[in-house]
């Protein structure tokens, strides 16, 4: 048998316990374990014992016994001590600029205005109280807490080009000893007046969020209030940072704060180091292996929930996000815990067969696609989990509901549908979602509702070092929070997240486009069906669906067709000859589709700005979307030459 010593330090590591802690025959999921850390057991097991499982081989239900047969089996039928599939090394300049990983592309074309359900801004935004605060003290300790964070956190002086590259600044550019804090002294305001002016920063951080193509990737405000209290506020724009990061960027920015003279451990990596790594990847078989499964896939497909909309996603604007919330206290959280345990599914599962069960009565289908965010940390290196960078990525679920079942089954069916799906996810979320786009010659959103669960995940552990007392700036009471999110080409989002030992419920909407009613209603079903998941019966309780007969066809965006033939005139000569070199071939046709090539989003905003330095005209991102033929946007340009005066 494997050698169980070696699983037990695994198991220790990813959940954060001391060896001696870890009996043979508790199983993982009792431990505190979640299929989201099952992802991390299978890539140590693949790094230190050089087995390759599949995440649906491990079970959060085996116990150490169980997988350690597991392991032995597998390492039995096939080559052991494999070498991982890739390696994390330092660039040779650190300097230069690297490309965005799939989820940060798509956050930054989000910003970009044109596609459907974009936003100016793609962020998060919390704030939290402190008491006992030494007034006289605590907006110079946070800035030389945030000076210090800035130098040793190499992601918190990155910026975005305008064609969508990354890069690092020195930590001598100018602009990084200049860190962006603003304090707003509301310490002689009435109590009325200092939480209006609270909402004020709330709104505007809230809905506004820092942009790093002109400057840095967050910002950080101080509310001094009355009675030696304080609020702290924060945002980071999602393209740079995590829901991690921002965990990471809090403890540690309260940390400096409390003491200049604390030592971080230094990083010997940086972020670029680890997007190199990935954009390796893409080069093995077994990238290779998991978008051939997805591809195998694409006809069969479900389509995001049908929600009951009151406007069309492509009419609005939507100024920012709203957000509706539950907290669960500790005991509470205990025992949904326990009750999971006892049914031998994860709580993440079980959420996320609440909501899509719920969603399901709303539309009237029981096959649905759902859209995950996932922290998706790979352990390159030991830097990784301590590193402020933009790590994560989404992963497409297809589920199918039974049309009766106890909720039980159904939680379990749901189990091994997100196992299924999360086994291949060296392909992202993201590049499966461009896939099903061309497959179905469509530009809208395809995953617009998501589910994020941060239970059971190495989250929590940062809590460890979060401290009570944090000298000038007071003590933190991490109860007392309010947080944001804005995120493009998303209608509704759940997330389930740990705070101060309980847990929270929180669901993100584009309010314009609902009934308010709708989305009342909804989540008091969601909270309503995790809180009963404490009773046994619950379990038990018969969940009726309707049965839609199949896939539901997502309809076609039908557009008028070009003759086909070589491009025609100087403008299209030149445009096809971008885009053959852009797509590696010998000659374009002028019926072509931009996007039926290959091109996604990001493609198509750096080949705009490369025509427009050349033809001297660029149409808007927008103008593209509604002509991606190469003789269409041939035409915009043309159109756009002649109008010039």
């Not at 990847?281 to 591809?295: S, V």
């Not at 719920?358 to 998706?376: E, V």
Request: proline share 7%; net charge negative; glycine share 6%.
């Amino acid at each position: 048998m494997t050698d169980i010593a070696e699983l037990t330090r695994i198991w220790a590591d990813v959940l954060e316990m001391s060896p001696a802690e870890i009996g043979e025959h508790v199983t993982f999921l009792s431990l505190g374990g979640d299929s989201l850390l099952v992802v991390r057991v299978a890539a140590l097991i693949r790094q230190r014992l050089g087995v390759r499982l599949a995440v649906t081989e491990i079970q959060p239900m085996h116990t150490l016994a169980e997988l350690g047969a597991l392991v032995s089996r597998s390492g039995s039928n096939g080559p052991t001590r494999q070498s991982p599939q890739i390696r994390l090394s330092r660039r040779q300049d650190p300097a230069a600029p690297f490309e965005l990983l799939p989820l940060q592309q798509a956050y930054f074309v989000g910003q970009q205005g044109a596609w459907e359900l974009s936003h100016d801004s793609a962020h998060y935004y919390i704030d939290f109280a402190l008491s006992e605060v030494d007034d006289d003290f605590a907006a110079e300790a946070l800035e030389d807490g945030l000076r210090q964070l800035i130098l040793h956190q190499p992601m918190l002086r990155a910026r975005i080009s305008d064609d969508g590259r990354q890069y690092i600044l020195p930590i001598d550019d100018p602009s990084v000893d200049s860190p962006p804090l603003q304090v707003h002294d509301l310490r002689t305001a009435s109590a009325v007046e200092a939480d209006a002016a609270v909402e004020r920063v709330r709104d505007e951080m809230g809905s506004v969020g820092p942009d790093p193509r002109h400057g840095p990737g967050f910002a950080v405000r101080l509310s001094l209030l009355p009675g030696s209290r304080a609020r702290v506020h924060i945002a980071l724009n999602l393209a740079l940072a995590d829901g991690w990061s921002a965990r990471i960027f809090m403890r540690d920015l309260l940390t400096l704060a409390a003491d200049p003279n604390a030592m971080l451990p230094p990083m010997l990596t940086d972020f670029g180091d680890y997007v190199d790594a990935m954009h390796r990847m893409r080069a093995t078989p077994e990238w290779q292996q998991d978008l051939d499964w997805w591809r195998r896939r694409l006809d069969t497909m479900p389509v995001a929930p049908a929600l009951p909309l009151v406007a069309e996603p492509s009419e609005i604007t939507a100024k920012s996000m709203g957000l509706r919330e539950r907290r669960f206290d500790p005991s509470q959280w205990a025992a949904l815990k326990e009750a999971c345990v006892r049914h031998e599914v994860t709580p993440s599962a079980a959420f996320t067969a609440v909501y899509a069960t719920t969603l399901a009565k709303l539309t009237g289908s029981r096959r649905l696609l759902i859209n995950t965010l996932q922290a998706n940390r790979r352990p390159l290196h030991p830097d990784v989990d301590r590193m402020i960078g933009a790590f994560s990525s989404t992963a497409l679920i297809p589920i199918e509901l039974p049309g009766r079942a106890e909720f039980g089954q159904a939680a379990k069916a749901v189990a091994e549908q997100m196992a299924e799906a999360l086994s291949h996810d060296l392909v992202s979320g993201v590049e499966v979602a461009r896939e099903l786009a061309r497959h179905r010659n469509t530009r809208r959103p395809i995953g617009p509702v998501v589910m994020q669960s941060a239970v059971g995940s190495m989250m929590t552990v940062l809590d460890e070092g979060m401290q009570a007392d944090y000298g000038p700036l007071g003590v933190l009471d991490e109860q007392d929070h309010h947080n944001r999110i804005r995120t493009p080409q998303v209608m509704l989002e759940l997330r389930a997240y740990e705070a101060a030992g309980g847990l929270v419920l929180s669901l993100a909407s584009i309010d314009e486009l609902f009934a308010p009613a709708v989305l009342d209603t909804l989540f008091a079903e969601l909270t309503g069906h995790v809180a009963d998941l404490v009773q046994v019966g619950a379990w038990g309780r018969i969940v009726e669906l309707t049965d839609d007969g199949g896939l539901v066809e997502s309809p076609q965006e039908h557009r008028a067709v070009t003759r086909p033939g070589p491009p025609r005139d100087g403008t299209e000569q030149r445009i096809a000859a971008v885009w053959a070199e852009i797509f590696a071939l010998s000659s374009v046709d002028r019926s072509a589709d931009f996007f039926q090539l290959g091109g996604d989003s990001l493609m198509a905003i750096r080949m705009l700005r490369r025509l427009g330095e050349e033809l001297g005209t660029m149409p808007s991102p927008g103008e593209f979307l509604g002509a991606p033929v190469l003789a269409d946007l041939a035409a915009l340009l043309d159109a756009a030459r002649a109008s010039r005066p």
